[in-house]
């Protein structure tokens, strides 16, 4: 079985992170495993962890009344799942619910946290990454709206030409 350090390393949020860096961050982690149907993560409880998907999907889902469940994105193998472990008040803003038998390397956010305080030069590499997963999953998000909005407008005179 590898290591969580050699499991992060071959990521790419932690590709190219020092070593002593990659043995900080993996002293937070642990393998878990999740069966379908389960949750990962509920709404408004607290964020603790992180989470990088080794293998299986996850669907990030939001509760609409009247509705149900209401999936938003489906992430899969490779994919990082959680940031809300980074910012107050540190509590999930949706659910996350394996799909399949999901296997992930699961990061404790409060030990990561403690160690960003303990080194900023750590946290401003993890926060510059994380701003890049954020920064993406809005620009998909933006995409799909426009895709869904786009379809239900009427047609104008200029887009019928």
Request: neutral net charge.
């Amino acid at each position: 079985m590898r290591g969580i350090q050699q499991l992060l390393q071959q990521h790419a949020l932690f590709q190219d992170l020092p070593e002593a860096d990659l043995t900080l961050i993996g002293g937070c982690g642990e393998n878990c495993v999740y069966n379908a149907g389960e949750y990962i993560a509920r709404e408004n409880a607290p964020a603790d962890f992180f989470y990088v998907i080794r293998e299986g999907r996850v669907a990030v889902e939001t509760y609409m009344p009247n509705h149900g469940a209401l999936c938003l994105q489906t992430l899969h193998d490779g994919d990082i799942f959680g940031w809300s472990w980074l910012f107050p008040p540190y509590r999930w803003t949706f659910d996350a619910r394996a799909l399949e038998k999901v296997r992930a390397v699961r990061l404790d956010g409060k030990c990561l946290r403690q160690k960003c305080e303990e080194d900023p030069r750590l946290g401003f590499e993890l926060m510059k990454r994380f701003a890049r997963i954020v920064t993406e999953r809005l620009q998909a998000t933006r995409l799909q709206l426009l895709d869904v909005y786009s379809s239900e407008r009427p047609r104008t005179a200029e887009t019928r030409q």
